[in-house]
């Protein structure tokens, strides 16, 4: 069997995933530390912003990196569903969970659908800020685009004020179960470690989503 | 009753030992023993009925030689035969723990244990091949328990003063039948086994003398098949589930050895049956099996029973002075460790006394608590803490902290077809192996001992003596399944499926099996006399007619249906209980399993009576009554003696 | 105690299935679920109707051929427990339990609750065994197995392989079940041997029986009535990944 087709396969698509899903949670926390410095001021934000964008051709690397990342998890996550839907044609009348140590979770059941509402919002969010009014500012002799303007005046909006914190509810539900089913996708073969990782898809899980929804309300309010 | 000597000129009952020295008969066996030309293995279809330690072991290794295979079940995968419920261990003769175990002590305990009632060159045979069977398992990725240095671990099981038996936890019978069930599913691969489950072998089909086919049903579609072979290897399991209540699985029967002791082979010792001494009490009447608790848990528990029949203070409340260890004070050199029968039949004496306890006082306690000061509750937990959970799931009460309430319950038949030396019924070409056969364990089995025979027989026996049967017999002849002789055995089985989905009455099937459940246990149970036989024979028979009058089989033919398979099953156990009530009633004696009250010592021990009965009783079919032949057992090598464990 | 019982039944595999509606009035607390079954068969018989289907065979929770959805679970209620061993005691008098069959594409039901797991038995023969034929095995004792690996072992030898984990899965996943053999021969150095062969066999079995894929709900441990941890499903994950490179050294 070739490499391919052993990543091509379901418990390579699933270790896919968890590589890409990882990578992107890495993304989201830089992201969103990156929003927290927000809260420094206009300059503190501003400089954040420009400092990464000057990184050059690393900068656009990372992205292509980002988009590869984000791409495949949407797609891999889309295929597996529909794969494991066919498995069982007829549901049941009624089920539950049988409790612990079982891992089944709102988060878990539910991680299409945050999947695809967090891909839906990534366009549109993309449109508004990455591809959004192109303001600039002049900070120590230095012109670059003001973001901080541009997120000021969004936030005004109820919709992105409450919207934007809904997604990102979503997005914590959607970590609290991938971040350790990516480790167990990728392998994690230890029952303590596994065991010690689970709390912390729930703490970055609300960690996000808390670190991202701060800026908005703070603006909005 | 006709009766005939087998030594006198009854050519049928020729056990066909080797030669030689007790310790070189197999050897002998083996050295002249004729080969199938590796080329013209494929040739042969071997007919396997049976996917226990015995069926799985056989089929796996005929496979392995080149053979084709076919192997048949009852169960929707070869890995569910009843073997997966042993729990204790398996014996072998490895001397690992190098406390004086030995070939012929293994095989001494065992020819003793069955009480003087089995032939002593296929004891010793199993013996031999028994330290194999270990290194087999083993090499399959069977996960025996293990020591910390790395060695497998040993434990003492009842009979015997030597530890020899090799345990995967509680689940023995699991592990060696996922060993042999993945050794099989190997060959199952490479294309030489057809594996054909939930299939039930219906008859016998014989051709110009020999077996040369089964018919069976397809459990799912109703469709009643034939198959055609070379030779065919029945390894189709216990019968004690003709007692309805039994530590056997439910689906566990007699049909296929019934049937082929209709067509020809003898049935021998079908008295012999083992009550085991620790089982979880019956419950109520809806109980629908009973279970074992391992006979391991003897090492650790000490059996007891208030000294006085009325005091009904909870077992934690009554103190040692009050406490009867009427195995210990019986039985001082072996205890709690005494062979199964005589544990059983020392309950059943405590209870019939009237100091039995629990709510239906049929039950007797084994208590842990001296174990657990002594060694610590974790160590008691690693040892038996599966069988504790399992006990407690069942009666809801923690053995930890009350005492088990145990009674014996039937749980192993060490009657069966009868063999030869080459597990050769006397049907020819019919092989009989595993607890289907009678061969190994005389009137009563030592503990671990089954899963052995069941092993030995198929991986390391029959591979041979199959081979050695084909070089006899020509079979270049290969019968086809088209032969007439098939499309009659096939007729026959359709319209007896037909009378019974017909059969428009007003009693199930489980009824009936419960009433003779009844009978056999009261009157072919622990113990037996004279007029409670007679008066089974008499139940039995009204109890047959009465069945294939009222019996009520819902459904159609055709397709799944459980009851009608029963309701088959049960007709076959009717007439087999009949066969075990006179073979009870013949054999004036106590020996092993088979206690007639009105021959015992003064102190209530089993009296054998070697002079008269130092034989195999070996039935052939006959309508109305059956005939009797007669297998004499001669004992070269260990001198018969009263079997004392006291 | 009485109880009622949603029992689902379905005359073949490709006739429509629906809920029954039973009542048993003689349960007890002390008999077992499928006991209780017996009981209510009993009954149906009696009134010349036709008894529900369902497998058993050991009752002792060993031989794996019970399975049932009880009350929404796999097995019922009771952790670790096959529901051939689940008693009544576990419910209350009154109740009224939903019993349906196992349910996956590849488990087709045979008849009301009996369904055809020969996928199992398939995926065990495209790999789940050492290759070793009878004879010429060494001594026992020549390969010393540390008592921690043997141990590690037979937790997953100890499946049972009813099901349970593929029913209660979402995705009807029969990774558990695969990984409990894989992780079983894998600690022991008779197995080892094969590892990386059998992982890649097996789990591309399991693919094409149509079984779905893992997505760590854990639901399968929680249901399997041998406890087997799904740290199982890591390790078979990790000889599959692995498989390209190390299978052609083996
Ligand atoms: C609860 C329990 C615990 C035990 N513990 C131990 C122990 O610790 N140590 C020990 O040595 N022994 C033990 N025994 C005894 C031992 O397990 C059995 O004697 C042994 O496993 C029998 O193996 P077998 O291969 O002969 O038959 P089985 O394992 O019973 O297999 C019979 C096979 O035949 C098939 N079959 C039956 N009838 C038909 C038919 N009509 N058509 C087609 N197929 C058919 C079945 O489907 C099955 O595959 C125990 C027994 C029980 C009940
Ligand atoms: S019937 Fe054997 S496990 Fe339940």
């Known amino acids: 069997m070739s490499l391919f087709a052993a990543l091509n396969s379901p418990v390579g698509r699933k270790a896919l995933t968890g590589v890409t899903g990882i990578g992107l949670v890495l993304f989201v926390i830089a992201h969103m530390a990156g929003n927290l410095s927000y809260l420094f001021g206009s300059d503190a934000y501003n400089l954040y912003a420009h400092k990464l964008m000057s990184l050059g051709a690393l900068f656009y690397g990372i992205e292509v990196l980002l988009a590869i990342c984000f791409l495949l998890h949407a797609y891999l996550g889309i295929v597996i569903t529909i794969r494991n839907r066919r498995a069982r044609p007829q549901g049941y009348k009624k089920y539950r969970s049988a409790g612990r140590p079982s891992r089944l979770t709102a988060s878990s059941r539910t991680m299409i659908m945050t999947g695809v509402i967090i891909l839906i919002f990534l366009v549109l969010h993309l449109k508004s800020f990455k591809f959004g009014t192109y303001y600039t500012v002049e900070i120590n002799g230095v012109e670059m685009r003001d973001l901080y303007r541009l997120m000021e005046e969004k936030f005004q909006d109820p919709l992105y004020a409450f919207g934007y914190p809904m997604v990102m509810i979503l997005l914590g539900l959607h970590l609290r179960h991938g971040v350790w089913s990516a480790f167990q996708s990728l392998t994690l073969t230890s029952r303590k470690l596994s065991a010690a990782l689970y709390p912390l898809g729930l703490i970055l899980g609300i960690g996000v989503a808390i670190g991202f929804i701060v800026v908005p309300l703070y603006i909005y309010f | 009753m006709t009766q005939s000597n087998g030594a006198a000129g009854q050519p049928r009952l020729e056990a066909k030992i080797p030669d030689g020295h007790l310790q070189d008969k197999w050897d002998n066996y083996k050295d002249a023993v004729a080969l199938v030309n590796p080329a013209n293995k494929r040739k042969h279809t071997i007919l396997v009925v049976g996917s226990g330690l015995a069926g799985g072991s056989a089929a796996a290794t005929l496979a392995g030689l080149g053979y084709n295979v076919k192997c048949f079940c009852i169960q929707d995968s070869a890995r569910r035969a009843h073997s997966i419920a042993a729990q204790g261990g398996i014996n072998a003769a490895k001397n690992y723990p190098n406390d004086g175990d030995t070939i012929w002590r293994l095989f001494y305990d065992t020819v003793k244990g069955g009480d003087y009632r089995a032939r002593e060159s296929n004891v010793y045979r199993l013996s031999q091949l028994s330290a194999n069977i270990i290194d087999q398992a083993v090499a399959q990725g069977v996960p025996f328990a293990r020591e910390y240095g790395g060695m497998l671990a040993n434990r003492s099981f009842g009979g015997a003063l030597v530890s020899r038996t090799f345990y995967a936890r509680g689940q023995t019978g699991q592990q060696l039948l996922l060993g042999t069930y993945q050794a099989l599913s190997h060959q199952i691969a490479a294309g030489r086994v057809a594996m054909l489950p939930r299939r039930e072998m219906l008859d016998l089909v014989v051709v110009d003398g020999h077996a040369r086919g089964i018919v069976t049903r397809d459990l799912v579609t109703g469709t009643i098949e034939r198959y055609a072979g070379d030779a065919v290897l029945l390894c189709t399991g216990g019968y004690g589930n003709a007692y309805y209540l039994s530590t056997n699985a439910k689906n566990s029967n007699v049909t296929a050895a019934w049937r082929c002791y209709k067509r020809g082979a003898f049935f021998a010792n079908p008295c012999y049956t083992q009550i085991h001494p620790t089982c979880i009490p019956v419950a109520g009447s809806y109980q629908s099996k009973l279970t074992l608790m391992s006979e391991s848990l003897r090492n650790d528990g000490r059996v007891w029973v208030p000294k006085d029949p009325a005091d009904q203070r909870a077992p934690d409340q009554i103190p040692e002075a009050d406490r009867d260890y009427y195995l210990e004070r019986r039985y001082p050199s072996f205890g709690n460790l005494v062979p199964r029968d005589v544990a059983s039949r020392a309950a059943k004496k405590e209870c019939d006394d009237g100091r039995g306890v629990g709510e239906t006082r049929l039950a007797v306690y084994l208590d842990f608590a001296d174990a657990i000061d002594r060694l610590g509750k974790q160590a008691i937990g690693e040892r038996y803490g599966n069988l504790f959970e399992m006990y407690e799931r069942i009666t809801g009460e923690n053995p930890y902290r009350t005492p088990m309430r145990i009674y014996p319950a039937v749980h192993y038949t060490m009657g069966g077809l ?229 | 105690m009485t109880i009622h019982l949603r029992v689902w039944r379905q005359s073949g595999p490709d006739s429509p299935g629906f809920l029954e509606d039973h009542t048993v009035t003689e349960a007890n607390e002390h008999m077992s679920f499928l006991e209780l079954l017996d009981v209510l068969n009993e009954q149906l018989i009696r009134d010349g109707r036709e008894p529900v289907e369902f497998d058993s065979d050991c009752r002792e929770g060993i031989c794996g051929s019970c399975g049932l959805m009880v009350a929404g679970i796999a097995h019922g209620p009771q952790k670790r427990t096959a529901v051939c061993q689940l008693h009544m005691r576990s419910f209350n008098s009154g109740d009224t339990i939903t019993v349906e069959p196992f349910r996956a594409r590849a488990f087709p039901i045979v008849r009301d609750l009996v369904v055809d797991r020969s996928a199992f038995d398939r995926i065990i023969a495209a790999g789940g065994f050492v290759s070793v034929t009878t004879g010429g095995a060494p001594d026992a004792n020549a390969v010393l197995i540390s008592k921690a690996d043997a141990d590690r072992a037979m937790d997953y030898a100890a499946c049972i392989g009813c099901g349970a984990c593929v029913a209660a899965c979402p995705n009807g996943s029969a990774s558990l079940f695969t990984a409990a053999k894989i992780a079983h021969l894998d600690f022991l150095p008779q197995g080892q041997v094969e590892s990386a062969h059998r992982a890649l066999a097996m789990v591309d079995r399991m693919t094409d029986e149509g079984f779905g894929n893992c997505s760590n709900h854990a639901e399968c441990e929680a249901v399997c009535p041998k406890g087997i941890s799904i740290a199982g499903i890591a390790r078979m994950r990790r000889l599959y990944l692995m498989g390209p490179l190390t299978a052609k050294a083996q």
């Open chain 2, 418 to 646: 009868w063999v030869d030396y080459e597990l050769q019924s006397t049907v020819p070409g019919l092989f009989v192996l595993g607890e289907a056969n009678f061969s190994d364990h005389g009137a009563n089995r030592l503990g671990a001992s089954a899963l052995m025979q069941g092993l030995a027989d198929g991986y390391f026996v029959v591979p041979y003596t199959v081979g050695a049967y084909l070089n006899r017999h020509d079979r270049a002849d290969s019968v086809s399944a088209d032969n007439p002789a098939f499309a009659e055995v096939q007729g026959a089985a359709t319209r007896r499926i037909e009378r019974l989905i017909n059969s428009d009455g007003d009693k199930t099937p489980t009824q009936f099996h419960r009433q003779l459940g009844i009978i056999l246990w009261n009157h072919v149970g622990m113990s037996r006399t004279r007029a409670g036989l007679t008066h089974a024979i008499a139940a039995i028979g009204e109890l047959k007619e009465e069945f294939w009058s009222r019996v009520r089989v819902p459904g159609t033919a055709a397709t799944f249906n459980k009851n009608l398979e029963f309701a088959g099953r049960i007709a076959d156990f009717i007439e087999l209980g009949d066969l075990m009530a006179r073979d009870a009633l013949r054999r004036e004696e106590s020996c092993g399993g088979h206690f007639r009250e009105e021959f015992q010592t003064a102190e209530g021990e089993a009296l054998r009576n070697d002079d008269a009965y130092m034989d195999v009783a070996a039935w052939e079919y006959g309508d109305p009554t059956p005939h009797l032949h007669l297998e004499p057992l001669t004992f070269e090598s260990v001198q018969p003696s009263t079997r004392s464990y006291k």
